[in-house]
């Protein structure tokens, strides 16, 4: 199976600053054409199902604002918020699709200072 | 409007079997890849079970042999047989899609999700 790992485990950061969260799986997650890395990040907020922010690594999901963006290709990848705003506390995950099981990162929980 | 609401959870003893459904609406279940992911309280997301539109079934080995998933076209619903529940199966269960690029044939995560129904397996 493919291992997912998130760091940091919690992040506090200031309104306005930059959040940066990490993920690395243990094998490379680029697809069997090899051009996509098949990694996703959801947000999850309290008490509610996680949203999809983006997917194949840097595409954001249709409504999701422009401060989110992904970045990183083959096994280590990043979800940046550029300015946070008060509405993105919530646990991120990072999940590959690109091998059964599907698998996510442990979670990384975003708070504000 | 696209949306999945998943019914079915409850409180069951050890060794006793639960039926989840999930209804979907604004779009058709047999065309896309459907999953179940659980999440054990406050804990976080694990992967339990895909049905591809082609039929095809997948599941985590810890619920492998235990759960099954299938659907009811004509009910436009999926479903997650739990036989022989243990105290780890003890979670919120989710129902997702699968997203689906046409131009480019991809599929790229889960884009729909239920709200979830919660299972607790204690005596």
């Given at each position: 199976?493919?291992?997912?790992?998130?760091?940091p485990d919690s992040?506090?950061?200031?309104?306005?600053?930059?959040?940066?969260?990490?993920?690395?799986?243990?094998?490379?997650?680029?697809?069997?054409?090899?051009?996509?890395?098949?990694?996703?990040?959801?947000?999850?907020?309290?008490?509610?199902?996680?949203?999809?922010?983006?997917?194949?690594?840097?595409?954001?999901?249709?409504?999701?604002?422009?401060?989110?963006?992904?970045?990183?290709?083959?096994?280590?990848?990043?979800?940046?918020?550029?300015?946070?705003?008060?509405?993105?506390?919530?646990?991120?995950?990072?999940?590959?699709?690109?091998?059964?099981?599907?698998?996510?990162?442990?979670?990384t929980k975003?708070?504000?200072? | 409007?696209?949306?999945?609401?998943?019914?079915?959870?409850?409180?069951?003893?050890?060794?006793?079997?639960?039926?989840?459904?999930?209804?979907?609406?604004?779009?058709?279940?047999?065309?896309?890849?459907?999953?179940?992911?659980?999440?054990?309280?406050?804990?976080?997301?694990?992967?339990?079970?895909?049905?591809?539109?082609?039929?095809?079934?997948?599941?985590?080995?810890?619920?492998?042999?235990?759960?099954?998933?299938?659907?009811?076209?004509?009910?436009?619903?999926?479903?997650?047989?739990?036989?022989?529940?243990?105290?780890?199966?003890?979670?919120?269960?989710?129902?997702?899609?699968?997203?689906?690029?046409?131009?480019?044939?991809?599929?790229?995560?889960?884009?729909?999700?239920?709200?979830?129904?919660?299972?607790?397996?204690?005596?």
């Amino acid at each position: 199976d493919i291992v997912m790992t998130q760091s940091p485990d919690s992040l506090v950061v200031s309104l306005g600053e930059r959040a940066t969260i990490n993920c690395k799986s243990s094998q490379s997650v680029l697809g069997g054409s090899r051009n996509k890395d098949h990694l996703a990040w959801y947000q999850q907020k309290a008490g509610q199902p996680p949203k999809l922010l983006i997917y194949w690594a840097s595409t954001r999901e249709s409504g999701v604002p422009d401060r989110f963006s992904g970045s990183g290709s083959g096994t280590d990848f990043t979800l940046t918020i550029g300015s946070l705003q008060a509405e993105d506390v919530a646990l991120y995950y990072c999940q590959q699709y690109d091998r059964i099981p599907y698998t996510f990162g442990q979670g990384t929980k975003l708070e504000i200072k | 409007e696209v949306r999945l609401v998943a019914t079915g959870g409850g409180l069951i003893q050890p060794g006793g079997s639960l039926r989840l459904s999930c209804a979907a609406s604004g779009f058709t279940v047999s065309n896309n890849y459907m999953n179940w992911v659980r999440q054990a309280p406050g804990k976080g997301l694990e992967w339990v079970s895909l049905i591809y539109s082609t039929g095809s079934t997948y599941y985590a080995d810890s619920v492998k042999g235990r759960f099954t998933i299938s659907r009811d076209n004509a009910k436009n619903t999926l479903y997650l047989e739990m036989n022989n529940l243990r105290a780890e199966d003890t979670a919120m269960y989710y129902c997702a899609r699968m997203g689906y690029d046409s131009s480019s044939t991809y599929y790229y995560g889960m884009d729909v999700w239920g709200q979830g129904t919660t299972v607790t397996v204690s005596s």
